[in-house]
């Protein structure tokens, strides 16, 4: 899901339904690798067009098909949508409309429906109403119908210019005579419900006193068993979802300026193929922070793809150790280089941190649901205990990224973190959102004050792994 930027995939939901049921009706097509053709710039003209909203993107021709089926497949019962059109003459432009589309075949009373148009020599793009309160569309069996321009005519790349006086606009000003796309998509456009009254999580934002309590609790702290001297934290998640940003992230924060000592990258597969430990330093030269976050590649749909389940059970266990090799036709083998036979409390797992990009979260499969499923029963039997953390929450609510202390204030960002707990089978204070370092050269203390506080969590949490270990094993 996003709030105020791109996002891709998923049906409708509905008040009763949430984000689990969701997933689980998720077409099965191949939305996760898909991206929208906006430039940040068209983007936050179009979006300038509406309040605070997010744009899901629900239909790409060029990856669907330029027919009505495949487009009616994608975009009915949606509730309010925007189309975006494509030209050569790179012209961008097309019609939002507030109802569904529902191929009832009638024209649809809709006076918040609009055509619109962006170029390069526009600061701001154009937008017509309709000038007939009694009409907005035609909710046919094809491609947008707006009664002047008919997107996808004839199932194909083509806009017809058709009979109709409920949209007046010069057309070189609208499509520069241009009615041939090479790119049309559809938006859901949902309402992002503002800013809460009071936060639903309090957090001390008080600059770098509490950036330095926050720096300093994780510094002096000692795991409570003799045995262990770093607290060991595994990062598991899908491709792209920014289990090495975070790693980097909250090594910039300790080294004082952004560093990129881990792979990072939009690649289809994961920049991780190895399995990965990184001790973080307390200061440029200074002593090892009692902190070990563990890398892993990212968790793929296919059964011969990514992370295997059988190799995250190893990788609690101990068995793997660092620098090791991932076969992606194969589980971790005993015989393996980089495989330890008897590994000791000091090698084990203490705690499991799901990452998820909030950006992408309805992107998520059926099979990939189920594979987290999968995952999380068997760290439950091992009595691992488990974190989320929500990535890019800046680029999930405008209000977030406009200052990211509205984080939780953010009424669109509390209901992500609540669904997500339902899907993810966690409790909601179990759930973390936090911005990496990604595109600044310099580090901000709201950003380090986020990072700082899930770190701090994931330190509580395996607390509550050693207090299960044996009594003998515990401090004196």
């Not at 795991?223 to 262990?228: A, H, M, N, T």
């Not at 009424?411 to 936090?434: A, D, N, W």
Request: with cysteine; charged share 20%; glycine share 8%.
């Amino acid at each position: 899901m996003t709030c105020g930027g791109k996002a891709t995939g998923g049906a409708r939901r509905t008040p009763s339904s949430g984000l689990h049921s969701e997933l689980q009706t998720f077409l099965g097509d191949i939305m996760s690798v898909v991206r929208s053709s906006l430039s940040a710039e068209q983007e936050k003209k179009l979006l300038s067009l509406f309040g605070h909203v997010r744009l899901h993107l629900l239909y790409k021709a060029s990856v669907h098909g330029y027919s009505h089926a495949s487009f009616h497949h994608h975009c009915n019962q949606q509730g309010p949508t925007v189309l975006v059109a494509y030209n050569k003459t790179g012209f961008v432009f097309g019609g939002y409309i507030s109802k569904d589309y529902a191929e009832t075949g009638q024209a649809i009373n809709d006076d918040k429906a609009f055509l619109y148009s962006m170029s390069d020599q526009r600061e701001k793009p154009l937008r017509v109403s309709s000038t007939n309160g009694q009409y907005g569309f035609t909710d046919g069996n094809f491609g947008l119908n707006v009664g002047v321009l008919w997107f996808l005519y004839n199932n194909t790349a083509t806009v017809q210019v058709v009979a109709g006086n409920s949209y007046t606009f010069e057309a070189e000003e609208m499509h520069d005579n241009d009615l041939q796309l090479t790119e049309c998509e559809v938006y859901r456009v949902e309402d992002c419900g503002g800013l809460l009254e009071t936060p639903w999580r309090n957090i001390d934002w008080e600059g770098y006193g509490t950036k330095d309590r926050l720096m300093n609790y994780i510094k002096n702290y000692k795991p409570e068993v003799k045995s262990v001297v770093q607290a060991r934290v595994l990062l598991v998640g899908p491709v792209g979802a920014g289990k090495s940003s975070f790693f980097n992230s909250i090594n910039s924060v300790f080294k004082g300026h952004v560093t990129g000592q881990a792979n990072t990258g939009s690649a289809g597969n994961s920049l991780t193929t190895q399995f990965r430990t990184y001790s973080i330093k307390a200061e440029q030269g200074g002593k090892a922070l009692p902190l070990v976050l563990c890398d892993t590649m990212g968790l793929e749909e296919g059964p011969s793809a990514g992370l295997d389940i059988d190799d995250i059970t190893s990788i609690l266990k101990g068995h793997v150790q660092d620098r090791y090799q991932f076969n992606p036709s194969m589980s971790v083998q005993a015989d393996g280089v980089g495989y330890c036979k008897s590994p000791s409390l000091k090698d084990m797992i203490h705690c499991v941190v799901y990452v998820l990009d909030a950006c992408k979260v309805t992107l998520l499969s059926a099979k990939m649901v189920d594979k987290l499923a999968a995952i999380r029963k068997g760290i439950n039997k091992l009595g691992v205990p488990q974190l989320v953390l929500l990535t890019k929450v800046d680029e999930a609510c405008p209000l977030v990224r406009e200052d990211l202390t509205n984080v939780y204030l953010s009424h669109y960002i509390e209901r992500m973190t609540r669904e997500v707990s339902v899907c993810l089978g966690v409790s909601q204070s179990c759930v973390l959102p936090v911005k990496n370092y990604s595109r600044e050269f310099e580090l901000d203390i709201h950003t380090d004050i986020l990072l700082l506080t899930a770190v701090v969590q994931m330190l509580r949490y395996t607390d509550d792994y050693f207090d299960d270990q044996a009594g003998d094993q515990k401090s004196e």
